[in-house]
């Protein structure tokens, strides 16, 4: 069997090395070898170029090593076979750590005790509640946004959620579709976002979706940058409408140095790290995913190619 690696990021290397222990009896092939493109039956890769696949005539199974698959989708020669994307209990429990320290650090106020402590300055701020009586709205309840909404509601947040498609069995309420948008941003005092990027999420974190929020919300985007207009952020943020924001994702990465963002007092910026994906974390995923399909099964969390993830 043989298996294109085509991963654009530093550390291909290391993902080719661990492809390479966990399936010694394949063949792995990169871009800069020569090789028979004929021979390449699935392709392991993150941010290929426009037309990467063209070659590839024989093959059955595209594996992004990332869980967003916008950066693949966006290629319109993508051949028409399996996309799969990458879900892993690690990963998994990595986004819930970001969102719940971002969650927490803005209900406890972590920004705010940071600047008092700079000044050596021994005081409360006002406005601490219970973590009852603030209402969470996470918007995307897949693979990452139930997970976060299961341990933040373990925590005591007021949860609803939103989502494609209804979704009757969760425990709290989840509201859909644009229909449902309305009521869950006005009861979305934190509003968290694990959306993909697709065309109808495209830029939907702007002032509209904004003004639509409690007066003095918080906005956490983890899903994409390009989900979020930061120039409506920022306004909202002057305003008061918003009152913080932990942004894990931007419209271009890595964020520019000019960005106000980075030195915005209410917002926390980290660079694309909630999840950080190593080859030790997704490569035994991807091999099981290989492995199963080789012997005729099939293969899982695979992008539903009419709604782009
Ligand atoms: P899933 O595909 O499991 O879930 C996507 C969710 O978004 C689903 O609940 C889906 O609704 C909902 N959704 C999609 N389109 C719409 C829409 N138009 N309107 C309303 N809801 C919509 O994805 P994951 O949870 O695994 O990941 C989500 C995203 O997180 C990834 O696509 C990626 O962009 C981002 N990500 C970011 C990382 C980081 O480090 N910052 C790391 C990993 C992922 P429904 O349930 O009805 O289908
Ligand atoms: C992903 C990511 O999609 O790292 O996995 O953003």
Redesign the pocket.
């Known amino acids: 069997m043989t298996i294109l690696v085509n991963i654009n990021l530093p550390d291909a290397p290391l993902w080719t090395q661990l492809l390479h222990q966990h399936l010694p009896d394949c063949t792995l092939v990169s871009l800069d070898r020569p090789h028979d493109p004929a021979a390449v039956e699935y392709a392991v890769t993150w941010a290929p170029e426009l037309g990467a696949f063209l070659p590839y005539a024989n093959l059955r199974g595209i594996l992004s090593i990332?869980?967003?698959v916008?950066n693949l989708l966006r290629d319109p020669d993508l051949p028409q076979v399996p996309v799969v994307r990458s879900?892993a209990p690690d990963?998994t429990s990595q986004?819930r750590e970001w969102v719940l320290l971002q969650v927490l650090s803005h209900h406890r106020n972590a920004l705010g005790y940071s600047a008092l402590q700079a000044r050596r300055d021994w005081a409360h701020l006002p406005g601490q509640r219970p973590a009852h009586q603030v209402r969470i709205g996470i918007?995307?309840?897949?693979?990452?946004?139930l997970d976060a909404a299961h341990h933040l509601g373990h925590l005591g947040f007021d949860i609803a959620g939103?989502?494609?498609?209804p979704?009757p069995d969760t425990g709290f309420p989840v509201y859909s579709g644009s229909a449902g948008m309305a009521e869950f941003l006005g009861r979305s005092e934190i509003l968290i976002s694990?959306?993909?990027?697709?065309p109808?999420?495209k830029g939907i974190l702007n002032k509209t979706l904004l003004a639509q929020l409690p007066p003095g919300a918080v906005l956490i985007n983890?899903?994409?940058g390009g989900l979020q207009v930061e120039a409506d952020i920022l306004a909202a943020l002057d305003t008061g409408q918003l009152r913080g924001a932990s942004l894990?994702?931007f419209e271009q990465e890595p964020l520019p140095a000019s960005s106000p963002l980075w030195s915005h007092p209410a917002v926390v910026v980290t660079p694309?790290?909630?999840?950080y994906s190593t080859p030790a974390t997704v490569v035994p995923a991807l091999v099981a995913q290989i492995r199963r399909h080789q012997q005729g099964g099939a293969f899982q969390n695979v992008v539903d190619r009419a709604n782009r993830?």
């Open positions: 990332g869980a967003g916008d879900v990963l986004m918007m995307g309840l897949g693979e990452l946004g939103w989502s494609r498609a979704k694990l959306l993909p990027l697709t109808l999420t983890a899903g994409r894990d994702v694309h790290v909630a999840v993830y």
